[in-house]
Every structure is written in structure tokens, then in C-alpha cells.
């Protein structure tokens, strides 16, 4: 079993940057693909962006350029940097993890899900 565990949320003025972290437990995840999501009160979950074990990694359209998502394999880790940040950005966050993840921006492709850091983004 896999625990994830977001932290590095809160609240920020736009055009401000907040680093995500996403910690797991219970297994190596250097062979897993991982990715955010985030999702605002009363929408559907939203793909931000996956990173694959050999490296490769897909954002979505409304935050390409502005985010980076990143792992550290030692520290069984994944962490998203986010700059430039818009009120729009502001949901809760969720990071995933999963051993055949094709696409990336599919929710349903992850196996294991942490329980979400709020970020607040004022404008």
C-alpha cells in the first residue's frame, strides 16, 4: 500500500509562487508515473501534470509554462513549482501515483491518491 501526503499549500497574492510536495510512504515510487490534479467546489477534478519515471512529463494547456512538476527519487518525493500564479489556480491539490499510466491527464489511470493541500491565490 501507498500513502501520499501533500503539504506546501496556502495562501498567496497572484503573481506569486507556491512549491507543492508530495511525500510517499509504503513503497518506492521511482518506477511509478505521478501527477497533480486539483479541483475547485462543485467541479469535476482538473489535470495539471504527470512525470514519468524515464523522465518525460505533459501539463495541461492553462498552466504550461508557469508550472514544473519534479521528483527526487531518494526522497521518494514529487514536487510541483508553481510561478506566476493566477486566481484561477487556486483549488485544492492532489497528487497521484500509478504503474500504467498512459495518458496522464486521466484520473482514473492512478491507483493512489494523497488528501489534497489547499491553495488560496488572491488577487
Known amino acids: 500500500q501507498v500513502q501520499l501526503v501533500e503539504s506546501g499549500g496556502g495562501l498567496v497574492q497572484a503573481g506569486g509562487s507556491l512549491r507543492l510536495s508530495c511525500a510517499a510512504s509504503?513503497?518506492?515510487?521511482?518506477?511509478?508515473?505521478m501527477g497533480w490534479f486539483r479541483q475547485a467546489p462543485g467541479k469535476e477534478r482538473e489535470f495539471v501534470a504527470t512525470?514519468?519515471?524515464?523522465?518525460?512529463?505533459v501539463y495541461a494547456e492553462s498552466v504550461k509554462g508557469r508550472f514544473t512538476i519534479s521528483r527526487d527519487n531518494a526522497k521518494n518525493t514529487i514536487y510541483l513549482q508553481m510561478n506566476s500564479l493566477k486566481p484561477e489556480d487556486t483549488p485544492v491539490y492532489y497528487c497521484?501515483?500509478?504503474?500504467?499510466?498512459?495518458?496522464?491527464?486521466?484520473?482514473?489511470?492512478?491507483?493512489?491518491w494523497g488528501q489534497g493541500t489547499q491553495v488560496t491565490v488572491s488577487s
Open positions: 512525470r514519468w519515471s524515464g523522465g518525460s512529463t
Open positions: 509504503g513503497r518506492a515510487l521511482s518506477s511509478y508515473a
Open positions: 497521484a501515483a500509478g504503474r500504467t499510466v498512459l495518458r496522464g491527464s486521466r484520473d482514473n489511470e492512478y491507483e493512489y
